[in-house]
């Protein structure tokens, strides 16, 4: 009896143990395929998020459940295909239900759950506010309308003003776009994120959504065709850039252009090496961030 007790006891445990470690929400495994040399992001401590929808690992998203915010999203580029789709905003049900299934869900019309409220952002947040839903992982790096669809959930934005999501930060991705989808050669990964502000953090609806100071972005592509143009000879295999999302910051991280047209200004892009990146994100989270994997290294 106490044989056949201590057998039912360890296969209880073992198989608790593989069910924690395959959920889709709580750990990085399910969705290696999307960060290079599988291997997230390391130094920021949030909630692992393996973005699944129609039954496929999407992206990968390290969630903060206190700001209701993704602090990084992580997904393998493609060159994209078709126009931004025409789809409904998502959210994680397994933040809101440990046991539920893994697949992203489209809010409901109506009442929505309480439990999906208190455990991440909803539309509701950003409606009638300033700020405009901004993409951590953007459609337009993704070939299948499925690929693209997937972005939009809430799990996968931020609080982000329209005067750089419409304008130097939608360059930023429209670039980035052009300069992978012509010299990379191979797989390219990147890593979107945001940076906090150090105090007086705006949020949405009374402490429901924290608003970033700044959104950054670092691309990794090992393999890419050598005959680049001048312009782009610090491109590869790493690129990095910090975009603000607030008028009023100062400059130490990010200058503004007086040249800039009025609804962009103050809004602008800086891009930097991924060394420089990992620099201002050490300084602002108090903590070694490395984005990628030996900084992107092609060697074994």
């Known amino acids: 009896m106490a044989h056949h007790f201590a057998l039912a006891v360890f296969i209880l445990a073992f198989t608790g143990f593989w069910s924690m470690c395959a959920a889709d929400v709580g ?12 291997w997230p992001p390391k130094g920021l401590v949030g909630t692992p998020i393996c973005q699944r929808y129609q039954n496929q690992y999407r992206f990968a998203t390290l969630y903060s459940r206190p ?32 046991g539920a299934d893994g697949n992203m869900l489209s809010f409901p019309l109506g009442h929505l759950d309480q439990n999906v409220v208190e455990s ?38 931020v609080p982000q003003m329209a005067g750089s999501n419409d304008g130097p ?32 953090e705006p949020w949405l ?9 700044y959104i950054w972005s670092a691309y990794c592509c090992p ?46 892009v800086r891009t930097m090496a991924l060394e420089t990146l990992e620099m201002y994100l050490k300084d602002r989270f108090k903590t070694v961030v490395s984005v990628f994997y030996e900084q992107c290294s092609q060697s074994n």
């Open 27 to 38: 750990d990085f495994a399910p969705c290696l395929e999307s960060l290079y040399r599988s």
């Open 205 to 213: 609806r009374n402490h429901r959504v924290a608003v970033p100071e």
């Open 169 to 200: 930060w939608k360059a930023l991705e429209q670039n980035v776009n052009k300069t992978l989808g012509t010299y990379c050669l191979g797989d390219a990964y990147i890593v979107t994120g945001i940076i906090p502000y150090q105090s007086d």
């Open 223 to 268: 393999n890419y065709n050598n005959s680049l143009p001048k312009v782009l000879k610090d491109a590869f295999p790493t690129y990095a850039a910090i975009g603000r999302n607030d008028c009023n910051s100062t400059e130490e991280i990010v200058p503004v252009s007086q040249q800039a047209k009025k609804q962009f200004r103050g809004y602008d």
């Open 120 to 157: 991440q952002g909803v539309e509701l947040d950003y409606i009638n506010s300033t700020y405009s839903r901004g993409h951590m992982n953007p459609s337009l790096h993704h070939k299948s309308h499925e690929d693209r669809a997937s972005t939009f959930t809430l799990t996968n934005v």
């Open 67 to 98: 700001r209701r915010t993704p602090w990084f999203s992580a997904y393998l580029y493609a060159t994209p295909e078709g126009k931004r789709p025409h789809t409904f905003w998502k959210y994680e049900p397994q933040l809101a239900y440990p």
